[in-house]
């Protein structure tokens, strides 16, 4: 027995479980399940249901206790099975059932539920009430995603524990009292939360429904598969679930190392797009202004043919390839040596220049895991709001910062206290963000002038003394990325480097697009081969005779497209005018570019300008693996088949350069797995087998010391300090236009819709009305008119790639004139 | 039998102007909270300890003992509890009303007595005239320089708040007063910590204690605690409140020791019943105490033990006379819904099973009773107490459940012949 | 060699003069048994309302996974059944059934009952597959007929037979068999009612 460990008695086993842990928990950690609705592994308990009532002795004798609020002590002897032990949760389940109403047949959650099995377990046979049932209104959507019927109801406290406690928006509580008690929302407050489909999932009862899986299948008809979500790069573990070969749900899996079981609903109800019956399902082939459908060889052919003649007149370097951060690893390396290979060109990248440098994100030094969060003293998040592009990292800042811990009441550790009393938490975003609430200091700054701030910050002088000093403590863990499309993408790196200087500190650089990680791991980036070397690397002879020089970044490939330099372009799930922040250059140059070639799900408004147009598989038809922002690599699986003909990316690659006179040599997938386990330093061993059989929360790459060749030290050069009259910050929001968003009406239509956000001042210096007209460096749109007195005076906030508003530009100046 | 005066002796000697400040300070008052701010802590805790006296509030637990509990980490608070919603108690009520510089002064000294710098009144959201009264009381403490900065010029601060609650009787219970107090849902806390005194309002360490058991403090240190533990019973030290009401001649508040029997109190204290009319039973310490028959319990002695060995409460001194007229499943059934409407829905058992018993109690006093009824009510009831035991075996976070179960348990074992009655009739046969 | 012959002649004469056993099928039916596992019909309420609510815990019990059952919600102002929920989709591949009455033991509402029509033979697998179309019941309480123009139906079978319920009560205690638990429903897979209740007519 360790000084971190108790013995206590179950059942009359003798068990030696860690300190502080509650009854319930260690009884079921160690094969004992005891009953419970209310209690949560990841939230504070509340003893409501009184379902886990158990012998408990701790010395005077066995007392009927809840199991869920009572942590163990040494010694501790409990009974599970006793006579009154059973017969007080047979009263309560009657209790529970006397207002249930027996829809089972018609709930989404009959067959699944946990009443229904705790009542089948631990229930009595029948029941003696005779009387009328509590009656409410049937379903009342209490958002666009969430159904709520109160009957089914058994007061729990889960969702409304979620919402206040681990999502931080308190909009579904208790109304009324006693047996009138109802869970509700406030009266012309909508459950707009980006988590709502969380309480869906843990409402033990089908008092939450979701509007989308409603009614839609049984449990009984679902096949389901483990995968790992790609809305983010956080790598948050999921269930898939299917039924007659149509993706319905999506489940959070309770994965310590990511998610911990909560999803945002972006992620949880963001599969729509799949079954889109708006998917390309045939290759086209440009005719005149339209496309016409082609077979697989003709397309193909076609390719090979104009590729050939490109590299033939122009040299390689005239072939260009965008994106690969959409698909998984095995396509990345295959788009990786495609180009290395085949065509013999360095020029493609994942990052749509709206991100940071290739190197920092892949290689930075003293990278953190996002489990380091629960542990740090204090946080820094100087990049986007997470809440809207991170979001489940949000939710576990929050926590950290909080200092709830899950698990533990009132125990008298030194450690749970330290723990409880919550990491100081350090904010800085031009905006307001989702993290404020929660946030110990919260730094603004105008777009152009972060420079300035992070010298300030840096000097620790003035308003800042407190806050360096704050900083000062560590271990500190900073979440650095860029906070909008119009900041230089080098103040991250600046931030990070300042990072470096402070006490015991780790660095989690931030991009948003799915495998971004991955892909600049697999070498999709200009300067970057498989397995984090860099491109000038010697010793990786894996694929030969390879261009050594490195080559265009997504803004100089679209540069050289206008300037003629690139003859053909590839874009691979990659969507450059809705994407690419200066939207009007990715505009004229996919004019420009003579061949352009798209591997799509759909005819985004890239493809659309395609002169041939290739179907590829999407999420959940195909198998592989993909890499999240701290490293992990972890599975993806199939199961639904794709739409109509369509293939994975690296099968059409591999296709397409047999047809040009070479190959990939690939046969299969986890062909390209094992190579890359192979090939690759930083992912040496991690094959499939590994993944499925091995580590349930994935490996986290470089798996040891020396496997990774390039160790990135952030450069610490913030970039100009841009100063204007008008400044325009301009974030991604959950939901937005992208082009998976808009083949999911149900999200899509929850999008904030373009706005010009201004401070009233602002609007009143202005002189602008309802509309008003907005001029960034690089593309323009007249906007609704919102005033926001929470933004800086002298700052405009324009949402991305909202529906109709093109990117305005990376460039943080801007006029604004009424309309 | 005489009334022994202590609380209530202003306002018997000046019933017309007993509650204000003038009256107050002519009669003595305000003295004793002028020396304990020369005594400090220990030795106010020790006086208290001493004395003997008990929490007033119904648990009836040493209020000395409670204070030496209080952890040492400031801030720490001191909340009156004033939510006296339990049915036939109206003792503070009375005190808040003609004597509210009483409970004041008797602030003063507990806030002292416990370093306490922050001092809320939770008074319950029906007793508006008393709430008024209160805070116009507190106001003119404040005045005169009694509350706030520098009290009675010493370097002492206190700040006072009269917070006026919203309608719940759970609020009584101390630590969803405190929850009400900070905001939230008035929802009992989950115990363990089962004292305020070591995380209470605010997660501070705090001191909940009646307004009777305030009230008494000034006395104390004018008697000294010998000559207030003269006064009572040598267990149950001091004079006690009771509330008597129901089917006697002469309801009303009673100020008397401990140690008189229950037939003294009914008959000659409240003048026994009306004329040809019969005891059939009463409620010795309110709504949630389980009833007392005369067979069996008239000449008990009330003291705090030997009520509790009787397998009742004497709790906030709430006494309900019924007499032959009543019908017992009526009583019932009025005693639960109370509690039914006042569950605050928290815990399974309470939320679910005081509704059950109150609809089952209906059915049977409406004559469509069961012969099983009696099973399922009896039943159900132990689903919330186990075993139907007093002190109760609770299956709740806290008491109000089982308080509910009190009525049933009674009337089930001391008159299931009417149970039946009501079934085999197919009604109430006393209507 | 005689008396052998004589012996068998016997037998021969024996049988002449007794019943025939042998029904001139198809001309004539035999009654079947009360229980007799014939297709099946989704029946509705009195009121016209369908019973079905589309749960499909008929698909989950069947054994051969013949039946294909999807739920839709109803709509609010002309409600297909009672509730939040009704079958949307309901197809039964008569290929695949082994008639073994588990979707009837699983309906909690008695929406699916089998009549005893036994006559199922089609010329096109896809014919095969029943749809609401032929199992829901019309609103005059009549079933319809895979083939409605079909010489051979026998409508007598399906519209007059007895709807089999289900082995055992609902409460599963076997001596509440064939007690009324349920509203009466108009046509086949209906019983008679009870002594004391009025008839209702279909």
Redo the contacts between chains.
Sequence with gaps: MSEHTVRIVVDGRELEVPKGELVIKAAQDNGTYIPRFCWHPRMK???????C?VFIDSGRGP??TTAC?TPVADGMKVDTTDP?VK??QE??L???L??HPL????CDR??ECPLQDQTMAYGPGES??V?EKRHFE??IPISDLVMLDRERC??CARCTRFSEEVSGDPLIE?L??????EVNTFPDHPFRSYFSGNTVQICPVGALTATLY?????P??LVAVESTCTHCTAGDRIVIQASQNEILRFLGVDAEATNQGWLSDKCRFGFGYINSDQRLTVPLIRDGDGFREATWGEALDLIAQRLGDVIRTSGPDAVAALGGARGTNEDAYALSKFMRTVVGSNNLDCRMDDTLDAEFLAATVDRALISDIDRAKTILVWGPDLKEEHPTLYLRVRRAAIGSVPGL??SNSDAHLAAAAGATLVVVHPRATGLDPVADFKLTYRPGSGAELLAQLRAGEGRLAEVRAALAEGPVVALVGRTGSTEDPRLAEAVAAFVRTLPDAKILPLARRANTYGALDMGVAPTLLPGRVSISEETFTAWGDIPRKPGRDCRSILEGALAGDIQALLLVGADPVRDVPDGDLADRALDAVPFLVAVDLFLTDSAGRADVVLPADGFGEKEGTVTNLEGRVQKVNAIVPGAGQSRPDWSILDDLARRMGSSLGFGSAEAIAKEIAEVAPAYRGVTWDVLDWEARDGVVVPGGEGTQPLVYLPADTPGPIIKADLVLHSARTMYDDGVTMRHTPHLHRLAPGAALHVHPDDAARLGLGFRARVVGSSGSATLPVVTDPSLARGVVYVPFNQPGCPPLGSDPRVTVEPA | MNETRLVTRRMADHPADSHTIERYEATGGYSQARRSLQMGRERLVELVKESGLLGRGGAAFPAGMKWSFLAPARPAYLVVNADESEPGTYKDRQLLERDPHQLVEGIIIAAVANEVHHAFVYVRGEYARPARRLQRAVEEAYGRGYLGKDIFGSDYDLEVVVHLGAG?Y?CGEETALLNSLEGH?GEPR?K??YFPAA?GLYGKPTIVNNVETISNLPHILELGADGFRKLGHPEDTGTFLFSVSGHVRKPGNYELPHGITWRELIFEVAGGLREGRTLKCWIPGGASAPWFVPADHLDLEITKDATGRAGSMLGSGAVVVMDDTTCVVRAAQRIVRFF??????????C??????LE??LG?IEEGAGRE?DVD?LL??A??IS?GLAWPP?M???CPLGPSAVSPVSSITRYFKDEIMAHIHQAGCPLR | MLTELLKGLAVTFRQMFRPRVTTRYPKEFRTKPQRFHGRHVLNRYPDGMEKC?????C??ACPARCIYV????NPVDAPVSP???YGFVYEINMLRCIFCGLCVEAC??EAITMTHLFEMSVTNRDDAIYTKNELLMRPDGTVPHMFDDDPYANYEELNTADGWLRATAPGGVAAYEGVKMWQGTQGPASWDPEPDQETRDA
């Design positions: 308990p509340v003893g409501m249901c009184r379902m009532l007392m009927l609020t009154a017969k007080a009263g309560i009657e209790f529970l006397i207002n829809d089972c047949p018609v009959g067959g003696r009430f009387e049937k379903p058994i007061l208790f009324d009292r006693g047996y009138h008690t409603r009614f839609r299948a049984r009984w008809d009441v009132s | 719940a759970i849902r989950l363990p910590p995380t039914a409407h006042e569950s605050c829905g928290q815990c399974t058992p939320r679910e099973g005081t509704s059950w609809m089952i059915r099983v399922v039943d159900v132990d689903n186990v075996r299956t709740t976070i | 609510i589309g749960c499909e815990l698909a989950g999807r739920g839709m919600d509730g939040e929920r909690p509402t």
